[in-house]
């Protein structure tokens, strides 16, 4: 048995042999990914696939182990796959991308018509792709876990609602023809499926709905999805017609993440912690925090709003839980207070107000494009 490494740009292909043969294979993505305004190094887990012969011989489960230890000794700060339930939490993953889908009614939404200003709608084209790519950056700056593109490897829209599922998109030019807003579909005759939606000014919001709602119309569909996070300002916007959100919080599946390297991971989201705290009561205040995990102990030291990380230094404040636990607060996915709750994790002080500002509950989210 042997496993091997073929590297394609950012794509590193790992495969187990046996007797010269390939059993099993993944493939490790090079990502960025953003924690708040930090970014930070992801190693995106993709295509794992053992063939049907060679299943239920542990092949996988050794390939996962190598790969969790090759993305260690390449440098990454985090890891994260879309996978399936029951199998990848052996390996330290957690549950940390919650599922979200938005529905309206088509008639409701026509109702956009109303407040729509004259905007032009058109095709996105290949030379469209720099603004479309500009306003994706700018709006999703500090969106936790939305993936940082680059020109090198995003030239479209890849996928989709669902994989194998073609993906077609529009742009929005105002009076002036200057590029407000863009959007992102299913290429279906069915079904009306807004996997992206962004925009310079919320002006246009109506006119986008509203043109949701004539795609709607024309395939004979009585309602329309989006695929968003519920603190999106779209998503907002779509509430006063009537919408309804549904989300999903997989037991121990789907978009899952787990911490590589501990102290490199705080090292780089220490500028949006530092931001965190001057926002906040603690902005003044000294006081010390040491993080017990299963990887690693690591102590942050508050003073005047900076924040200092060390190693290994015991403080009477402290905070004891799995490193699965600790990257669901980090992307916060799950908030302190449920965080603390868990039987299994210990707490030392009076800490919980603290950590309620260095990891606050959010919508971690990654555009379905993204996905891998």
């Known amino acids: 048995m042997k496993i091997r490494t073929r590297d394609k740009g950012r794509m590193h292909y790992r495969e187990l042999l046996i007797k010269d043969e390939v059993v099993s294979s993944l ?77 309206l009614s088509t008639r409701d939404a026509e109702d956009a018509k109303n407040n729509a200003e004259n905007y032009k709608i058109r095709k996105i084209r290949k030379k469209d792709i720099d603004s479309v790519f500009g306003l994706y950056d700018e709006n999703n700056q500090n969106r936790v876990c939305s993936l940082i593109r680059t020109k090198k490897y995003f030239s479209g829209f890849p996928r989709g609602s669902r994989d194998e599922q073609q993906a077609d998109a529009f742009l929005v030019k105002d009076s002036n023809k200057e590029f407000v807003a863009y959007a992102a579909f299913d290429k279906s005759k069915e079904e009306v499926n807004i996997v992206e939606v962004e925009s310079i000014a919320d002006r246009a919001y109506p006119a986008l709905l509203y043109e949701f709602a004539k795609m709607a119309v024309k395939r004979r569909c009585g309602h329309i999805t989006l695929f968003m996070p519920p603190d999106h300002p779209f998503a907002e916007f779509c509430s006063r017609y009537g919408s309804q959100l549904t989300a999903q919080y997989p037991k121990n599946g789907g978009g899952v993440m787990r911490m590589i390297n501990q102290k490199t991971l705080f090292e780089k989201i220490k500028k949006e912690l ?99």
């Open 27 to 103: 493939v490790v993505i090079d990502y960025q990914i953003r924690i708040g305004s930090a970014e930070v190094r992801m190693g995106g887990i993709g295509d794992v696939e053992t063939k049907e012969k060679h299943r239920k011989k542990g092949y996988m489960r050794r390939l996962m182990e190598d790969a969790v230890e090759y993305i260690k000794n390449e440098g990454y700060d985090v890891s994260m796959l879309f996978g399936i339930p029951n199998f990848y939490t052996k390996f330290g993953y957690a549950v940390c991308l919650p599922e979200y889908k938005l529905t």
């Open 274 to 372: 530092e931001r965190r705290i001057s926002g906040s009561k603690f902005k003044a205040c000294s006081d010390s925090l040491e993080i017990r995990t299963d990887m690693e102990n690591i102590t942050l030291k508050i003073c005047d709003g900076t924040l200092n990380i060390y190693s290994e230094e015991k403080v009477e404040n402290f905070l004891t839980l799995s490193q699965a636990k600790l990257i669901q607060l980090i992307v916060g996915y799950r908030s302190v207070r449920d965080i603390l709750n868990d039987s299994e994790v210990e707490i030392g002080g009076d800490i919980e107000p603290l950590l309620g500002v260095l990891f606050p509950k959010t919508s971690p989210y990654v555009w379905l494009a993204d996905h891998f």
